[in-house]
T-cell receptor, first 112, second 116 residues
Framework: KQEVTQIPAALSVPEGENLVLNCSFTDSAIYNLQWFRQDPGKGLTSLLLIQSSQREQTSGRLNASLDKSSGRSTLYIAASQPGDSATYLCAFLTSGTYKYIFGTGTRLKVLA | NAGVMQNPRHLVRRRGQEARLRCSPMKGHSHVYWYRQLPEEGLKFMVYLQKENIIDESGMPKERFSAEFPKEGPSILRIQQVVRGDSAAYFC??????????????FGEGSWLTVV
């Protein structure tokens, strides 16, 4: 069974801290992995997409890495801000399919 | 350029009624996906459609649920005779192409169904 585990489930930090959110997946034959942000009562916003041939992607204060051999991805958030407060979801796409497998997310709260 | 549009955003139905959720993909997108997010669970794939075709409905419950994406108009997710367990957020996503490692899919804001 394909699964995605995200640790921690919830995180509360003071503003300015650098954060690492973890995602582990069971299928090494991934095609790509995406990190999404979900605000309460809102849809999903794609933050970063990493293709299977890539090891990391960066966008502003966000950096995502992918290690297929160990089945892990991390999302690094530098200099966190209260506006970063949201739920962060990782999801992967297995080769030969179009169904993203989602984790249950990490709920982040950045305190001012 | 409007994003993926879903309506209604919130829907309340009594047990036994029908729920219809609509999704208009992003302009130029012809691939639509529906996902369901049950409380405290991750999003789960339901169905993948292209215009006038259901490509994969393996995630759809066998009964009461149906989906379509007609030649004209939005994609519709229809739930007949709703039960309390259908209460969830239903997300629609679209992409310009289908299976593509570099293809980002864009999600709508979701439709929150509450069955009372």
């Amino acid at each position: 069974k394909q699964e995605v585990t995200q640790i921690p489930a919830a995180l509360s930090v003071p503003e300015g801290e650098n954060l690492v959110l973890n995602c582990s997946f069971t299928d090494s034959a991934i095609y790509n992995l995406q990190w999404f942000r979900q605000d309460p009562g809102k849809g999903l916003t794609s933050l970063l997409l990493i293709q299977s041939s890539q090891r990391e992607q960066t966008s502003g204060r966000l950096n995502a890495s992918l290690d297929k051999s160990s089945g892990r991805s991390t999302l690094y958030i530098a200099a966190s801000q209260p506006g970063d407060s949201a739920t962060y979801l990782c999801a992967f796409l297995t080769s030969g399919t179009y169904k993203y497998i989602f984790g249950t997310g990490t709920r982040l709260k950045v305190l001012a | 350029n409007a994003g993926v549009m879903q309506n209604p955003r919130h829907l309340v139905r009594r047990r036994g009624q029908e729920a219809r959720l609509r999704c208009s993909p992003m302009k130029g997108h012809s691939h639509v996906y529906w996902y369901r997010q049950l409380p405290e669970e991750g999003l789960k794939f339901m169905v993948y459609l292209q215009k006038e075709n259901i490509i994969d409905e393996s995630g759809m419950p066998k009964e009461r649920f149906s989906a379509e994406f007609p030649k004209e108009g939005p994609s519709i997710l229809r739930i007949q005779q709703v039960v309390r367990g259908d209460s969830a957020a239903y997300f629609c996503a679209s992409s310009s192409t289908g299976f593509d490692a570099g293809n980002t899919i864009y999600f709508g804001e979701g439709s929150w169904l509450t069955v009372v």
